[in-house]
């Protein structure tokens, strides 16, 4: 697979408030983020971009730490960079096969939302806000009434949903949960019509070889810019 395939990937956040997600979107024609309910995401037109300042009105007077994926652009004065994290994408390539796991996958609901927040809020701090869950399917494992496993779906754009979220607590980790569950939405997201795409730390080689067996393969890599206004 080469890099110029998928090419909307490269701005997965931008296409995703412009089209399926436009509900959750705040800004202007040219840059906008998620609504600080949702996800701490921002993204701009690269194409017509004509500076980050537009989006001060939805931006905490507090200030606000953000994410913009792929290409950093030039920061305002009352901008910082925080930090960058350099993460595989990796794209599905067919459809997973039915699992053949005997374990009970749930499809999670608004009653779980708390729950499902906390959890993810353990293992991947800072990015699962409130109300991530209304932006796809999610599903878990569950172990003596507790969720112990997760993964749903998070940026949708047209022909593309991104799976998300793949967490197992520690002390079940090593039983096959993370793939089940990475196997489970992938499937949902074929069923719509949709391929998978996802996203993981590129030091990470214990989760890309759960993907690979999954079906995914990387298709580039691609930065999380950390930034703040203050």
Known sequence: MTQEQHLPL???AWHSLQTIQRYFAQGTETVQRYMSNVLPFMAYNTAEFSGLEGLQPWIDPAGESLFIIGELPA????WALESELVCAQMISTNTPATPTHNEEVI???EADKKEMVDFVNEGQPGYFKEDTPSLGNYY?????????ALAGQRMKLPGYTEV????THPDYRGKGFAQLLTTVVCRDIYAAGDVP???????NRTAIGVYEK????????ISFWKIKAV
Do not use: M, W, Y
């Not at 920061?75 to 009352?78: A, I, Q, S, T, V």
């Not at 795409?197 to 030091?203: A, D, E, G, Q, T």
């Open 107 to 109: 499809q999670l609901t």
């Open 197 to 203: 795409f996802l996203h993981v730390v590129s030091n």
């Open 75 to 78: 920061l305002p004065k009352n």
């Open 10 to 12: 490269d701005n997965p």
């Open 140 to 148: 878990g494992i569950r172990k003596n009434g507790k969720l112990v």
């Open 164 to 167: 998300s979220a793949v967490i």
């Open 214 to 221: 999954a079906g995914f393969e990387i298709r580039r890599e």
